[in-house]
């Protein structure tokens, strides 16, 4: 019988404590996986991968207790030795290894040069050898700054009373959105996975007042683009009791601002890896979707073809639009044709062919889709047999309202594609660990 | 064309607002959903529930501008009125009402009596109408009880320097865990719903050094019993360069220290409705498999069939038994024989029938189960052989070994079942919010 009291303290450091430290001169412990080995004769670099960064440590022959051909790239080691300054060396210091201990060794050598600054390897060699890859500096480095982005939501929602919920994604047949759902048995009935977490954080409204939650969607799409995945994270909020849509909006911006200070203080190492400038989010613009298309039909002298939509090349150059006149990444684009806007969404009073609803663009991409809700149950019922839909599947979503829902309204933002535009990248995949797409099943 | 700035300043105050105010005497605003009516004649009280609490107001005909009858229970509305101090009412106030807006009216009147402080309503009443149920101040305080324990768990893991990832639900045939998996066609090809993000986190051990993720898990298993759940959340962890499985156990016991700080801190309100005492975990005891069921056995004077795995009723001798014998609500049961172990547990050096690995019991139910992994893909691939399995489907999972892994471990908590046992429920759907099981596929 044992006692456990909490986390065990480790004889092994990482490369905060020895930068904490004053240590030099002194033998200290370290482990991690050898990312390199650069043999220079009578010394050699090598240079170990921790979470933190990379740390060199200085064979001597003589001086370190193993053969240097024993080191092998991947292999997981512990080694203790003198702590010396450095000024060249990752930090500004350098261990000289006195005593290895090899903990683990791979069996074969890597398959990609995880080694280099940048690998210079196609997307399609890094997705089939992922978990390597990503052992690469840079190539992780993404994943540290989706961390903060994600992080952020919720620090920042939890900090406006907003509740935390885990709602299912296994769930009977609805009527909303056939095609686009990927169907299973469940115990011998039809179900679904589901593409949103909408109608449930909906009727949290009515609990919680603000809910969000951030977990995996399931689109059936047949889309082949940079832009889509079949399974993407949803960072998705809904919240009651607001004025308007603008509230949502306003959120949103609040959100960004949060994480941009968040990334700022807590990911600084990433955003350098990347070098990456963050956004100006001090304010976005809001523009009207009419206004938005005639404007850049103006400027850019282009006209396309649908009224009810925007085109990928019109979204891009209303970001172009956006930056150029208000020197803005982001831009709210507002009030959507009510037609391609799904049956929950509040028509604008004003307009009924117009919603009051918005998609956020980051550089010239959607990453954001939100507005304001129905909340009433007789007039979501009068849209729901206006489009001469079947409430099938949505009694108890329908439900909720019948016992009073106050004004609401939320939104989702697509982790990935966030991710993905602060970071510089043009495929989502880059900023997907392991995407799902139509051809893209594994690993 | 307008620009958002931040968040939206209210008119309308929330009760910490009020608490933390000194405006007795003066007319404020605020909103809520009327939670209920209390017509005791010339006055009436009517109180509202806000996502912080419940607020009373009093109704004065006369003083009121609008008819009682107007205000429905369920109807969300504004309401401006004096803020009067008022020791008999939540929070030590009250405010008589002078102007009400109705924002929304509800159209049916509830039908359960979310009112009372409890509701006696059977569970699966409150499941059939669950966004309604929850409006209960009991019922969904269980769930912000919920959020502080995701919340802990990943706070204290950033502060372990874990990175969080997010890893994908759908996946291809996997030779491992066949029967439990949920099956589906994923663009003509056939796919599952992960019942484990363990390959994928497992992967980036080797990446990241310790990582962990908070998301849905999918078990197509049979059982209709009160533990059991076909979705989950799963709190899952894992970290490399430990010296023994020990370590895992002690990162356990670190955030469940950390969470129940959290909770005393920010969760008081709701440990309080639900009338929580947090359990003492400054020390867990770690006993043996064997040892365990060789003490219950003579303690308690009961005898189990199964050498190789702990029944329930077995599980809750042993929480008994750790109860009586060391005054803790938890006990860690280490070293399990190997054959209920999956393939990729380690062994024990010292004796090769038993694992070094553990499940976690609070209350005598398991709500973890962790170990220590094999690293060397050696001895991985000789276990695969042992076991006569295929490597069908877990040539990527493997290949990451192929390349240097370092010797890690890690757990999976059950969210919900965590849930449950802190706030001393005995059917883990008392802490799910929308249960998936044999029979429940909706709400």
Redesign the interface.
């Known amino acids: 019988?044992?006692?456990?009291?909490?986390?065990?303290p480790?004889e092994?450091m990482?490369i905060s404590e020895i930068l904490a430290s004053d240590l030099y001169g002194q033998t200290i412990s370290v482990?991690g996986?050898?990312h390199t080995v650069r043999d220079m004769g009578e010394v050699a670099f090598v240079v170990l991968r921790?979470?933190?960064g990379l740390l060199q440590c200085v064979y001597e022959e003589g001086v370190t207790a193993i053969d240097l051909k024993e080191l092998?790239?991947?292999?997981?080691i512990e080694v203790s030795g003198v702590l010396n300054k450095e000024d060249r060396a990752p930090g500004g210091f350098e261990i000289r290894m006195k005593e290895v201990k090899i903990?683990?060794?791979?069996?074969?050598s890597?398959?990609l040069p995880i080694a280099k600054w940048k690998m210079n390897t196609s997307l399609e060699a890094k997705l089939n050898?992922?978990?390597?890859a990503?052992?690469n500096i840079r190539e992780?480095a993404t994943?540290?700054i989706?961390?903060g982005i994600?992080?952020g939501f919720?620090d920042f929602l939890?900090s406006?009373?907003f509740?935390?919920?885990?709602?299912?994604?296994?769930?009977?047949k609805s009527a909303e959105g056939g095609a686009n759902l990927?169907?299973?048995?469940?115990?011998h009935?039809p179900?679904i996975?589901q593409q949103s977490p909408q109608f449930?954080k909906q009727?949290?409204v009515?609990?919680?007042?603000?809910v969000f939650e951030t977990?995996?969607v399931?689109r059936?799409e047949?889309h082949n683009t940079k832009r889509h995945l079949?399974?993407y994270?949803s960072l998705d909020f809904e919240m009651?009791?607001i004025?308007g849509f603008?509230?949502i909006?306003?959120?949103?911006?609040?959100f960004l601002?949060y994480t941009m200070e968040l990334l700022k203080k807590d990911y600084a190492k990433e955003l350098d890896i990347l070098q990456i400038e963050l956004p100006d989010v001090?304010?976005?613009?809001?523009?009207r979707f009419d206004?938005a298309k005639q404007r850049v039909a103006e400027k850019y002298d282009r006209q396309f073809r649908n009224p009810y939509d925007l085109e990928p090349e019109e979204e891009h150059l209303i970001g172009q639009y956006a930056k150029e006149e208000f020197g803005s990444d982001f831009v709210?684009v507002t009030h959507y044709p009510s037609k391609k806007r799904p049956f929950y969404a509040m028509d604008d009073p004003a307009d009924s062919t117009y919603t009051l609803s918005f998609d956020l663009l980051y550089k010239g991409l959607e990453i954001t889709t939100g507005g304001q809700r129905i909340?009433?149950?007789?007039k979501l019922m009068e849209k729901i047999a206006q489009r001469g839909m079947e409430t099938e599947?949505m009694e108890?979503?329908l439900?909720?309202?019948?016992?009073?829902?106050?004004?609401h309204g939320g939104l989702g933002i697509g982790?990935e594609r966030l991710t993905m535009q602060l970071i510089g990248e043009d495929n989502v995949r880059e900023a997907t660990?392991?995407?799902?797409d139509?051809s893209r099943?594994?690993?």
Chains 1, 2 share one sequence.
């Open positions: 019988m044992k006692m456990m009291t909490g986390v065990m480790k092994t990482e482990n996986a050898v921790k979470r933190e092998k790239e991947g292999a997981a903990l683990s060794e791979p069996t074969e890597l398959p050898h992922r978990a390597v990503l052992r992780r994943f540290r989706q961390e994600v992080r919720r939890y406006q009373e509740t935390e919920i885990h709602t299912p994604k296994l769930g009977a990927f169907k299973l048995e469940y115990f009935r179900a996975l449930y009727m949290m009515g609990v919680f007042d603000r977990a995996p399931f059936a047949k079949n399974e994270n009651g009791y004025d603008e509230d909006m306003a959120m949103e911006t609040g601002q001090s304010q976005i613009p809001a523009i206004e709210f909340h009433q149950y007789d599947g108890h979503y439900s909720a309202f019948k016992y009073g829902m106050p004004p982790m660990l392991f995407p799902r139509l099943l594994e690993p």
